[in-house]
């Protein structure tokens, strides 16, 4: 079945570490998005990738960077830069055609130790 | 600026009520707008997507959306709730600006047996 994986589903971050999300799709899709989900403020961007070797900083991209090297893999790194990053991450992706909407993965919780 | 807003933060209901959940859009133009569906800690299901045409747009799990264009709205609506439709509820409007979705803050679903 295609779709999109999300790893680890719990992630536990020490003060000044670096962690990374991972975010792998086999639906062939062109487009990749992240979001951080906070209770009460929805969905935000963080970055997004059109193509691969491409990626654009989103509404809340402060403390985060990507890389976007394969097509299927779309990895986020929170880095010690980042103050408050306890929340819920999504990873997205579209297949570029304005008649289908994002599909997303099933989400990695980040908590601080 | 573009934004969608959901007015409920919270929304209780009985089984077998009917629900009607508020979307209204801030767009210059009539943009794309969906309805996704949350479980807690899981990732976002779509529910129903509008694009133009038909303004009563039918999706999964017996929800139905209503875009009105005079009154900037696209509310979800269902018949008749069942206990297994708790959950969270956004609405998101595509921006064809770097293919990105907005999503509104959500709203919270409780269905009291």
């Known amino acids: 079945d295609g779709g999109i994986t999300q790893s680890p589903k719990y992630l536990f971050r020490k003060e000044g570490q670096n962690v990374t999300l991972s975010c792998e799709q086999n639906l062939n899709h062109d487009a990749m998005y992240w979001y951080r989900q906070d209770p009460g403020q929805g969905l935000r961007l963080i970055y997004y990738?059109?193509?691969?070797?491409?990626?654009q900083k989103g509404d809340i991209a402060e403390g985060y960077s990507v890389s976007r090297e394969k097509k299927e893999s779309f990895p986020l790194t929170v880095t010690s830069a980042q103050k408050n990053p306890t929340a819920f991450y999504l990873c997205?992706?579209?297949?570029?055609?304005?008649?289908?909407?994002?599909?997303f993965g099933p989400g990695t919780r980040l908590l601080v130790l | 600026a573009q934004s969608v807003t959901q007015p409920d933060i919270h929304i209780t209901v009985s089984e077998g009520a009917s629900l009607e959940l508020r979307c209204n859009y801030s767009?210059?133009?009539?943009?794309?707008l969906f309805w996704y569906v949350q479980s807690p800690g899981q990732g976002l299901q779509l529910l129903l997507k509008?694009?133009?045409?038909?303004?009563l747009v039918q999706g999964i799990k017996g929800f139905e959306a209503e875009f009105k264009r005079s009154q900037s709205s696209f509310n979800l609506r269902k018949p008749s709730v069942h206990w297994s439709d708790a959950a969270e509820y956004f609405c998101?409007?595509?921006?064809?600006?770097?293919?990105?979705?907005?999503f509104g803050t959500g709203t919270q679903l409780k269905v009291e047996l």
């Open positions: 767009y210059g133009a009539t943009p794309y």
């Open positions: 509008y694009f133009s045409g038909d303004t």
């Open positions: 998101a409007a595509f921006t064809g600006g770097g293919n990105k979705l907005t």
């Open positions: 990738s059109q193509i691969v070797n491409d990626f």
């Open positions: 997205a992706s579209w297949a570029g055609r304005h008649q289908e909407t994002q599909y």
